[in-house]
């Protein structure tokens, strides 16, 4: 059975910075592509930023490219996104999911921005 459990979400004031977890069982971790998507309240699922199977290649949305860094440890069977810069419109819940159609997402881990 395919476990994503996010974690290291968080109230943090404009500016700050936040690491989310993300801790994969269940399936060959390095066999695939990563993503983090989140949903913001009220509005629909926004991709975030993936990561390929070796973590050679890395992709962002233009919303936190350059403030947001994605990363992973295939020995430890964990994705990464390092949240620097936030900002409020960065208050949303944080999800991990393999990056296929599909593909089996965590419980998610909020992430609220606010003075």
């Known amino acids: 059975e395919v476990q994503l459990v996010e974690s290291g979400g968080g109230l943090v004031q404009p500016g700050g910075s936040l690491r989310l977890s993300c801790v994969a069982s269940?399936?060959?971790?390095?066999?695939?592509?990563m993503s983090w998507v989140r949903q913001a309240p009220g509005k629909g699922l926004e991709w975030v930023s993936g990561?390929?199977?070796?973590?050679?290649?890395?992709g962002y949305a233009d919303s936190v490219k350059g403030r947001f860094t994605i990363s992973r440890d295939n020995a430890k069977n964990t994705l990464y996104l390092q949240l620097n810069s936030l900002k409020t419109e960065d208050t949303a819940m944080y999800y991990c999911?393999?990056?296929?159609?599909?593909?089996?997402r965590g419980q998610g881990t909020q992430v609220t921005v606010s003075s």
């Open positions: 999911k393999q990056a296929i159609v599909g593909g089996s």
């Open positions: 269940g399936f060959t971790f390095s066999n695939y592509g």
């Open positions: 990561i390929t199977g070796g973590g050679d290649s890395t």
